[in-house]
Structure formats: structure tokens, C-alpha cells
């Protein structure tokens, strides 16, 4: 397990190859409930396992170098306060104005949660960037014990060895993990652009699905990241 904080980049292009790979899983089955993929300039996690994230980029998926927040919330934390509003403060200890605003205005908003009619924040893990690093009032290791080893994969530097890990975690097969590859580096590559997918891509997504209308799913989620089908081009 990784002690070193990642590289604000590297988190970005992380949760980029993670969408793509989210937005393939929606194309084979709906068994893949559990959500993982982008909303707007939101890379939101949900593990199924009482574990909650979302990492907020002010540059959305189209800009690496702009600030973020993350905000993580781990069911089985020590950290974790079940009836009363936590002290919220005490994780943002040391971070920006802006950061602090960006996780007020818009990433605690996915992580709430209504107790006895009261609404609560919930969070176990917080951390936002500083000099191109990821900075928090923990460590990483630390963070990564209470609800940010959602995003382990998505924080290593090396992408093939993240492409290793989601293929193990997601079951793909090598075939799925090129293509992922390939779509990944060209949305990397013109981040700001539109990646657009042939039609052969797209019947190749058909390929793949076990049921019927996956495919319309995976479009959604692949349009979250600016990757659209050719039948969208105008």
C-alpha cells in the first residue's frame, strides 16, 4: 500500500482511466450497479461496501492542472459519528479558501446522509491539492484506511499497473483492457477536445453487452467524460 501522497495529475488521469473503464462495465451488464464514473466535473465512487467518495475537479475532465477536493466517507471508520453532525472543520485543517468552498459548494453535497429528519455530512477522509501534490491533515496511508482506497487504482503514477488493477477488480478481459487503453490515450492526449468513437468501436460495445440496452448506459457515462458516439456528431 502506497504511504506517499499522489501527484494532483496523477489523480486527475486516474480517475479519467477510471470513468473509461466504468463506462465499458455499463456497456457489458447492469449487473455492475455499483457507480463509479463521472457527473459533470464530480469522479463519484460508490464501493457497495459502506464506502462513499467523490473528488471534485474545478477543471472538470477537460483540464489537468486546476484544483480539487475529496471528500471520502467509510462506514466502518473510527471517524465515522452516527448521530450528530461531525466536526468538519478538523479535516480541513490547512486546506485553501477555494478548495474549502469547492468541497462546501458542491462535493459535500453527495456525501450527506438524513438521521431522525436531521440532515448530516458524512466524512472519514478529506484531502485537496497543494503545489501539484495531494495534501490533507492526514497521511495517505491514513486516508486510505478510512474511505479513500476507493480511489487506490486511480492513484498510481504508472498507467499500465492501474490498468493491471482494474482489470483484476473489474474482471475484464485483455481485449476490454486495450480498448480502455487506447481510448484513454487519446482523451489524455486532447483533454479539452472531443473524443469521438467509430462505428466499428461502437458495434464492438455492442459486442460485449449481455443484455439490451447497456450499450445507450455506457453511451451516458463515456458522454460524461467528452467521449461520443459518431451518431451524436453535428
Same mark, same amino acid.
Given at each position: 500500500?502506497?504511504?506517499?501522497?499522489?501527484?494532483?495529475?496523477?489523480?486527475?488521469?486516474?480517475?479519467?482511466?477510471?470513468?473509461?473503464?466504468?463506462?465499458?462495465?455499463?456497456?457489458?451488464?447492469?449487473?455492475?450497479?455499483?457507480?463509479?464514473?463521472?457527473?459533470?466535473?464530480?469522479?463519484?465512487?460508490?464501493?457497495?461496501?459502506?464506502?462513499?467518495?467523490?473528488?471534485?475537479?474545478?477543471?472538470?475532465?477537460?483540464?489537468?492542472?486546476?484544483?480539487?477536493?475529496?471528500?471520502?466517507?467509510?462506514?466502518?471508520?473510527?471517524?465515522?459519528?452516527?448521530?450528530?453532525?461531525?466536526?468538519?472543520?478538523?479535516?480541513?485543517?490547512?486546506?485553501?479558501?477555494?478548495?474549502?468552498? =469547492?468541497?462546501?459548494?458542491?462535493?459535500?453535497?453527495?456525501?450527506?446522509?438524513?438521521?431522525?429528519?436531521?440532515?448530516?455530512?458524512?466524512?472519514?477522509?478529506?484531502?485537496?491539492?497543494?503545489?501539484?501534490?495531494?495534501?490533507?491533515?492526514?497521511?495517505?496511508?491514513?486516508?486510505?484506511?478510512?474511505?479513500?482506497?476507493?480511489?487506490?487504482?486511480?492513484?498510481?503514477?504508472?498507467?499500465?499497473?492501474?490498468?493491471?488493477?482494474?482489470?483484476? #477488480?473489474?474482471?475484464?478481459? #485483455?481485449?476490454?483492457?486495450?480498448?480502455?487503453?487506447? =481510448?484513454?490515450?487519446?482523451?489524455?492526449?486532447?483533454?479539452?477536445?472531443?473524443?469521438?468513437?467509430?462505428?466499428?468501436?461502437?458495434?464492438?460495445?455492442?459486442?460485449?453487452?449481455?443484455?439490451?440496452?447497456?450499450?445507450?448506459?455506457?453511451?451516458?457515462?463515456?458522454?460524461?467524460?467528452?467521449?461520443?458516439?459518431? #451518431?451524436? =456528431?453535428?
Amino acid at each position: 500500500m502506497s504511504v506517499e501522497f499522489p501527484n494532483a495529475i496523477t489523480l486527475w488521469r486516474g480517475a479519467i482511466l477510471g470513468g473509461i473503464v466504468s463506462a465499458i462495465d455499463y456497456a457489458r451488464s447492469s449487473q455492475f450497479s455499483t457507480f463509479y464514473g463521472w457527473r459533470r466535473n464530480h469522479y463519484i465512487i460508490n464501493g457497495g461496501d459502506g464506502r462513499d467518495g467523490i473528488i471534485t475537479f474545478a477543471g472538470g475532465h477537460w483540464l489537468p492542472a486546476a484544483p480539487l477536493v475529496g471528500v471520502f466517507h467509510d462506514i466502518h471508520s473510527e471517524k465515522f459519528v452516527i448521530r450528530n453532525e461531525i466536526e468538519l472543520e478538523r479535516f480541513f485543517v490547512g486546506c485553501p479558501a477555494y478548495q474549502r468552498s =469547492l468541497a462546501e459548494q458542491e462535493a459535500l453535497h453527495y456525501l450527506r446522509l438524513r438521521y431522525d429528519g436531521v440532515l448530516l455530512h458524512r466524512a472519514t477522509a478529506v484531502f485537496w491539492d497543494h503545489d501539484g501534490l495531494v495534501a490533507s491533515v492526514d497521511s495517505w496511508s491514513t486516508l486510505l484506511l478510512n474511505g479513500a482506497s476507493l480511489i487506490e487504482n486511480e492513484s498510481f503514477d504508472n498507467t499500465e499497473e492501474a490498468l493491471r488493477r482494474f482489470q483484476v #477488480d473489474h474482471g475484464t478481459s #485483455d481485449e476490454q483492457t486495450r480498448f480502455a487503453r487506447n =481510448l484513454f490515450e487519446r482523451k489524455i492526449a486532447r483533454p479539452a477536445a472531443r473524443v469521438w468513437l467509430s462505428a466499428e468501436e461502437v458495434e464492438w460495445l455492442k459486442s460485449i453487452a449481455l443484455e439490451p440496452k447497456t450499450t445507450e448506459v455506457a453511451r451516458d457515462a463515456f458522454r460524461e467524460i467528452g467521449i461520443y458516439f459518431p #451518431d451524436e =456528431l453535428k
